[in-house]
């Protein structure tokens, strides 16, 4: 994890899926980060399905959740489906309260 709290490792897959591993914090002082690490991957690997994996993520805020929309409107727009794997009960309970649940594919 680095000193702004949130760490993003690229997972490649032997298909034409991405992971990023998120961990740690993906709030307002994280969250271009996230949408930097999306920018950079989509270009270069130019992937089917991008899945960003919030197992490892602590603390979700509005910032964190403006930041994951941003990354699906980056993903749609290179034609990419973007999917959120493993979210906490707490960043699961914000998707569905917020109605994200709707736009994002979720396993």
């Not at 034409?16 to 999306?38: K, N, P, S, W, Y």
């Not at 991957?41 to 991008?50: E, G, I, N, T, W």
Request: proline letters at 6%; hydrophobic letters at 45%; charged letters at 20%.
């Amino acid at each position: 994890m680095d000193e702004d709290g949130l760490s993003a490792t690229l997972e490649p897959t032997p298909s034409d899926t991405l992971v990023i591993r998120l961990a740690g914090t993906l709030d307002l002082a994280t969250c271009e980060q996230v949408t930097e690490a999306v920018q950079a991957v989509l270009p270069v690997f130019r992937p089917d399905a991008l899945i960003l994996d919030l197992d490892q993520v602590t603390l979700l805020d509005s910032a964190g959740i403006g930041a994951l929309v941003g990354c699906w409107k980056l993903a749609a727009g290179s034609g990419c489906e973007l999917r959120l794997r493993n979210p906490r009960p707490l960043a699961y309970a914000q998707l569905e309260i917020t109605g994200l649940l709707d736009v994002f594919a979720v396993s």
